[in-house]
């Protein structure tokens, strides 16, 4: 059994999570401007609500309230990132995520369930993508073992494990899987979905910047099996 086909995950008791939360929300809400609010949910496609808070002042806000709190162990993560969650206004997601990002050293395999709970819950490309190339990638990256996950993420019927899967070796370079990388863009390069045929070209054109001899190679002998934007995507920096 992947680690993903435990038990869904709880919100373990913390209390640095009560601290955080009560501070974060507390400096969030005072902040809120409902001018920006309306116009920041219809770029995000009315994913979630928003206090309107562009991202600069958002972390600035996060440092003030993370100020003097003491490094998280693995369940002051998990509270945080569920707590937030649990909000509805998307900052406060935006704010678990770079959480995440700063802290993901300090998780086991075992919290790739969090992960995925968060990827599939009020998902969007803005909080999904961090989360494969940043968190779930450094974990992937830890503990090899957790590339079975990685597997059986690719042929989900959601496509957000989906992109998450293709885009976790996103900040690999040298370090890149790269016949995975491939038999996964293979797996899903059918797919209807243009966040799925976006992400292959992404992730195609990152690895690109490290070996584009082997992208191009890759792309000759198989360019026929993917849509258009996949291509374009793959090879913008690098041409034909």
Same mark, same amino acid.
Request: contains cysteine.
């Given at each position: 059994?992947?680690?993903?086909?435990?038990?869904?995950?709880?919100?373990?008791?913390?209390? @640095?999570?009560? &601290? +955080?939360?009560?501070?974060? %929300?507390?400096?969030?809400? $005072? /902040?809120?401007?409902? =001018? #920006?609010?309306?116009?920041?949910?219809?770029?995000?496609?009315?994913?979630?609500?928003?206090?309107?808070?562009?991202?600069?002042?958002?972390?600035?806000?996060?440092?003030?309230?993370?100020?003097?709190?003491?490094?998280?162990?693995?369940?002051?993560?998990?509270?945080?990132?569920?707590?937030?969650?649990?909000?509805?206004?998307?900052?406060?997601?935006?704010?678990?995520?770079?959480?995440?990002?700063?802290?993901?050293?300090?998780?086991?395999?075992?919290?790739?369930?969090?992960?995925?709970? @968060?990827?599939? &819950? +009020?998902?969007?490309?803005? %909080?999904?993508?961090?989360? $494969? /190339?940043?968190?779930? =990638? #450094?974990?992937?990256?830890?503990?090899?073992?957790?590339?079975?996950?990685?597997?059986?993420?690719?042929?989900?019927?959601?496509?957000?494990?989906?992109?998450?899967?293709?885009?976790?070796?996103?900040?690999?370079?040298?370090?890149?899987?790269?016949?995975?990388?491939?038999?996964?863009?293979?797996?899903?390069?059918?797919?209807?979905?243009?966040?799925?045929?976006?992400?292959?070209?992404?992730?195609?054109?990152?690895?690109?910047?490290?070996?584009?001899?082997?992208?191009?190679?890759?792309?000759?002998?198989?360019?026929?099996?993917?849509?258009?934007?996949?291509?374009?995507? $793959?090879?913008?920096?690098? =041409?034909?």
């Amino acid at each position: 059994m992947t680690v993903t086909g435990a038990a869904p995950p709880h919100v373990p008791r913390s209390a @640095l999570a009560d &601290t +955080v939360l009560e501070r974060v %929300t507390a400096v969030f809400a $005072a /902040a809120a401007d409902a =001018g #920006r609010a309306g116009p920041m949910r219809a770029y995000m496609k009315d994913v979630a609500p928003f206090l309107g808070i562009p991202t600069p002042a958002r972390r600035t806000l996060a440092r003030t309230a993370l100020a003097g709190t003491p490094p998280p162990d693995e369940a002051d993560c998990t509270a945080i990132a569920l707590r937030c969650w649990a909000l509805p206004e998307r900052e406060y997601h935006y704010f678990a995520v770079d959480y995440l990002r700063r802290h993901a050293g300090r998780c086991s395999s075992g919290f790739l369930p969090v992960t995925r709970r @968060l990827v599939t &819950t +009020v998902p969007w490309w803005d %909080t999904v993508d961090p989360l $494969a /190339a940043h968190v779930v =990638g #450094r974990l992937v990256a830890a503990d090899p073992g957790l590339t079975a996950d990685m597997d059986a993420w690719i042929t989900d019927d959601d496509r957000w494990p989906v992109r998450t899967a293709l885009l976790h070796q996103l900040a690999r370079k040298e370090s890149t899987d790269t016949e995975r990388l491939f038999a996964y863009c293979l797996r899903q390069s059918g797919h209807p979905d243009f966040f799925i045929r976006k992400a292959i070209g992404w992730a195609l054109r990152e690895y690109a910047k490290t070996d584009p001899g082997a992208v191009r190679a890759f792309l000759a002998r198989e360019r026929g099996r993917f849509a258009p934007l996949t291509v374009r995507e $793959a090879l913008k920096n690098i =041409g034909a």
